[in-house]
T-cell receptor, first 119, second 108 residues
């Protein structure tokens, strides 16, 4: 079946411009995560959406970063006034609802990421 | 904050060797996830564990809840196993906390 889809796969932008990154999660998955990975570094948590609950924004590095998830499906990560340190691969992941520890056996599914380069 | 430590950071092995990658975490968790990131960035899920042991092909994952430690083993390693292996934990099935990854290079 279809996996997590991210677009664009690559984005080059000038410093100071705004960018939007899109994530289409697996159909029916209630949880959606945004992470970023700088060159040679590990995964950095950005934001988490779970169903209709208020998102966990604790990982967003500055107020230039925002994300929304419309209709509980597609999500958009927006970076305003991009800076060179924003250059990274932005990864989206989704997972199905957790209905109890004994039944939770479906892991995270990652998209292929958007490589953002700020020049 | 749940600190997740992986070791080693880098590992080079000869084809056929038995490989162990370790993950330790600092507080009680609900589940631990092993992921594989291939060169080029794609991340795939290997295992999700809350206790005991899981096996899939040449891969074996174990977790010791009391010791807050998990290991990922690869038997009869092959060059195609070369990748970054990432451990992630969650204590409420909300946010996942990631280790920094172990970069494995299996030489033919």
């Amino acid at each position: 079946g279809a996996g997590v889809s991210q677009s664009p796969s690559n984005k080059v932008t000038e410093k100071g411009k705004d960018v939007e990154l899109r994530c289409d999660p697996i159909s029916g998955h209630t949880a959606l995560y945004w992470y970023r990975q700088s060159l040679g570094q590990g995964l950095e948590f950005l934001i988490y959406f779970q169903g209709n609950s208020a998102p966990d924004k604790s990982g967003l590095p500055s107020d230039r970063f925002s994300a929304e998830r419309t209709g509980g499906s597609v999500s958009t990560l927006t970076i305003q006034r991009t800076q060179q340190e924003d250059s990274a691969v932005y990864l989206c992941a989704s997972s199905p609802a957790w209905t109890g520890l004994s039944s939770y056996n479906s892991p995270l599914h990652f998209g292929n990421g958007t490589r953002l380069t700020v020049t | 904050k749940n600190e997740v430590e992986q070791s080693p950071q880098n590992l080079t092995a000869q084809e056929g060797e038995f490989i162990t990658i370790n993950c330790s975490y600092s507080v009680g968790i609900s589940a631990l996830h092993w992921l594989q990131q291939h060169p080029g960035g794609g991340i795939v899920s290997l295992f999700m564990l809350s206790s005991g042991k899981k096996k899939h092909g040449r891969l074996i994952a174990t977790i010791n809840i009391q010791e807050k430690h998990s290991s990922l083993h690869i038997t009869a390693s092959h060059p195609r196993d070369s990748a970054v292996y990432i451990c992630a934990v969650t204590y409420n099935f909300n946010k996942f906390y990631f280790g920094s990854g172990t970069k494995l290079n299996v030489k033919p």
